[in-house]
Structure formats: C-alpha cells, structure tokens
C-alpha cells in the first residue's frame, strides 16, 4: 500500500540525499564501447504533459550521468502504442530505450498488447507515483465543489462531460467509471491524446470536468483556471485537505495509480542493463530529480529497485484483471 508523505516532501528529498551520501557524485563504471552516442527515449504520450515532464526532469540526470545526449522523441497516438512500436521494433542495443506508464500493464491484461512489462521489456526504474483528481472551472456557475458537482450530474443524466484519456480500460477510464458507481451519475467521457487539448478543452468550456494528475497541472491550479473537488486516494493528500477523497464516497472503490516508468529490453547485454539500472538510481536520487517529484504532489517518493518494481508491476497486473472483472470488461 502506498503511503502519504507527512515531512514536507522536499525536506525528506533532502534528508534521503544525504542519508545516502550524494550519490549524485558517484562515478558508475560503463560497459565497453556504451554509450558511444546519443540515447533516444521514446515516450508515446504528448509533449507537455506528465508523463513527458517528467521523462525529461529524469533524463536530463541521466544525461549528466551517462555523459551523452538523451534525445526525447514524442509519439503520441494509438493509446499510446504507436511509440511503444517503434521501441519494440528497434535493436536490443541499449540506444533506443522506452518512457511508459501503467499504460503497460492496462494493455497487457485487456489484450491490446501482447508484450508484458515484467518479462518481454523491463523497467529501469519508476519515476513517479501519483493520485488523480477531478478538475472543474472554478468560476462555473453550475457547481463549485464535489456536492454540488454531483447533484447537476444527477439532474442531467448522461450530459455531463469528463475530458481523460478515456481509452476503454485504462486507468483514467477505469477510475471514471468507478467515480460514476460512488456517486451514482453518469458521465460522457471524451478522449484527449495531447495534455494541451485536455488541459484547454476544460478552460475553454469545451467539457464539463477534467480527469488529470495534481502534478500535471499545477500551473492552472496555481492560476486559479482549474479546481480539483476530489481526489482518487485513500485518505485525503496533505495538500488538498478541505477535498474529499474517493474512500470517503465509497470505502470499496480501489484507488488506482498513475505509475510512469522507464523500460529497457531484456534481450540487452546484461552489463548494459546493469549499467542502466545504476545510473536511472543515481539520477533519481539526484537533489534535482528529488526536488522535481515533490513538487509534483506523489502518492510516495520511494526508490525501487528491478526486483520491488517487477512485485509492483505484478500486483498492478493482478488488480486490473480484478477490476475488469468486478466492471463487466470482456
């Protein structure tokens, strides 16, 4: 179970760092002949949003480390398989890595692919974990909070709209529908594969309310143009204490996470995946890399290793099948 940081997230960064005697100065011994030239990580989500912030806080370390350029290459499309393609087709040789988040283990378990992340491509490590939210305008005359919010969606059945990357079984999809079972509405779901056509379609009234992570958008939040009004976590985060949490709606809703990582193909050399393994945890241990997450608002801020990512990757994998089956998915 995941657990809520109650320090101040950039002080425990901090602490972790030096606990760990700056790791960021540690020199890591490269295989022979790797890197020779530029990395490119594919990241098949949109350029702006979070999966792509974060890809680059953490490769601009690994960069630094590694001492070559890291190239990132967007590609969004094809609920996000498009750039998972082109890493799968590409040579086991360490120059064509792969940004992914729980997208992985969604496809996997519903059959839109047949790759699995614990075993035909493997992470490198977890960047971030983080929680959901419900987003409105917070100058809609129709509903200013969670209550009221609801109270419209019941009394215009089905008209509502919820602007997510609603493909069918991932976990923004998945959240939506369970957030419809605890509060008994119905929501029209529409599906934005770019961050910015989400995150403008809510502030320019193109839809009702926004599915997004806090972290995503911080800006907007900061710049009073988006409200969260509730918050897909067990207990209500720290920073968001007058919001009510999905538990307190319905003890039985399982709180699902947005877990992005960074994957390699196991068909590598093992001292290049040795290699990648002790530079992604030296980067994420960097003071920069730390000091990026805790602004992000995370479910936790925890370094896992290959073995602690596989067991979470595996469990996430176990709960989907579940939740597919308690919801009716084929």
Not at 73 to 100: C, E, H, R, S
Request: hydrophobic letters at 40%; aromatic letters at 10%.
């Amino acid at each position: 179970m995941l657990q809520r940081l109650h320090l101040p997230r950039f002080l425990c960064a901090l602490l972790c760092t030096l606990l760990l005697g700056a790791v960021s100065v540690q020199a890591i011994e490269k295989p022979k002949d790797y890197p020779r030239r530029p990395v490119t990580f594919i990241v098949p989500f949109g350029a702006g949003g979070g999966a792509d912030q974060m890809a680059r806080a953490m490769l601009q370390q690994v960069s630094k480390i590694m001492k070559v350029s890291v190239l990132v290459v967007n590609k969004p499309g094809g609920n996000a398989t498009l750039g998972f393609n082109d890493f799968w087709i590409a040579p086991p040789d360490g120059y064509t890595l792969l940004q992914y988040n729980d997208d992985g283990v969604t496809h996997l378990v519903s059959g839109l692919l047949k790759q699995d992340p614990t075993k035909d491509y493997v992470p490198i490590a977890i960047g971030m974990i983080v929680y959901s939210q419900i987003y409105i305008r917070p100058n809609d005359p129709r509903f200013h909070d969670w209550e009221s919010f609801v109270a419209y969606a019941k009394a215009n059945p089905g008209k509502v709209t919820l602007g997510n990357i609603a493909q069918r079984g991932n976990l923004e999809e998945v959240q939506a529908v369970q957030l419809e079972k605890a509060a008994g509405v119905k929501f029209r779901q529409i599906s934005f594969d770019k961050p910015s056509e989400r995150y403008s379609s809510l502030v320019g009234g193109h839809v009702d309310a926004l599915l997004e992570q806090p972290g995503d958008v911080a800006a907007y939040i900061k710049s009073n143009d988006m409200k969260p009004i509730v918050s897909f976590s067990d207990t209500r985060p720290a920073e968001f204490k007058d919001i009510p949490c999905i538990k307190e709606l319905d003890p039985s809703v399982c709180n699902l996470y947005k877990v992005r990582g960074f994957y390699m193909n196991p068909k590598m050399s093992k001292d290049k995946q040795d290699y990648l393994l002790a530079v992604f945890k030296q980067a994420y241990e960097s003071p920069e890399f730390q000091k990026y997450i805790s602004d992000k608002y995370p479910a936790d801020m925890k370094y896992r290793d290959f073995d602690e990512c596989i067991k979470l990757l595996n469990s996430m994998i176990e709960t989907y099948k579940r939740m597919y089956k308690e919801l009716g998915y084929e």
